[in-house]
């Protein structure tokens, strides 16, 4: 009987043993990192008006803090294009600048692009690193417009002229 008694204790203890054995599991955890690109135009109207005699011999100027804000997941480029120029259009310059919320890094910045020049996509902000949000300024300079040689103001309401500005952001 003991050596009965001995045998169950043994197989007992084996079950034992091996049921208490540490047990493994194995799984992957993975982050995939997408390419994401998103670009806003915080001012959509800019109204440049010549109504004193200093506009029309210093010409005008706007300068829009913060206009265009971006955020990119890898290295950027931002172009301009402008579309449906008023024909005869004064010569309209667009400058960009660092806003607020600055690049890291140093990114490449256009130099006083002509509205009337720009009628295919034209880098304006390019950037080697992304970007977490960045804000940009755009300054809008008109010229001195010489009123006794030019006739482009013609009515009494006085002559708008207009040209839609479309900014987009590429990967690169």
Same mark, same amino acid.
Do not use: R, W
């Given at each position: ?40 135009? *915080?001012?959509? !109207?800019?109204? +440049? @008006?010549? %109504?004193?005699? &200093?506009?029309?011999?210093? /010409?005008?100027?706007?300068?829009? #803090? ?21 024909? *005869?259009?004064? !010569?309209?310059? +667009? @400058?960009? %600048?660092?806003? &607020?919320?600055?690049?890291? /890094?140093?990114?490449?910045?256009? #130099? ?44 009494? #309401? ?15």
């Amino acid at each position: 009987m003991k050596k009965i008694s001995f045998l169950i204790a043994i197989v007992i203890g084996l079950l034992l043993s091996t049921s208490l054995q540490a047990q493994t599991a194995t799984g992957t955890v993975s982050l995939k990192l997408m390419p994401v690109q998103t670009i806003a135009l *915080n001012t959509t !109207d800019i109204n +440049l @008006t010549y %109504s004193t005699a &200093t506009d029309y011999s210093a /010409g005008k100027d706007s300068t829009n #803090s913060n206009q265009l804000t971006c955020f990119s997941s890898s290295p950027f480029q931002i172009t301009v294009q402008s579309t449906a120029v008023t024909a *005869n259009m004064p !010569d309209v310059t +667009l @400058t960009p %600048s660092s806003g &607020t919320t600055a690049l890291v /890094g140093s990114p490449t910045y256009a #130099s006083a692009l002509s509205v009337n020049s720009i009628s295919t996509a034209t880098p304006f902000i390019t950037s080697t690193v992304g970007s977490n949000n960045a804000t940009f300024n755009i300054e809008y300079k008109a010229p001195v417009i010489d009123v006794s040689t030019n006739t482009l103001h013609n009515s009494a #309401s006085g002559t708008t002229y207009t040209a839609n500005l479309t900014y987009t952001i590429v990967p690169q």
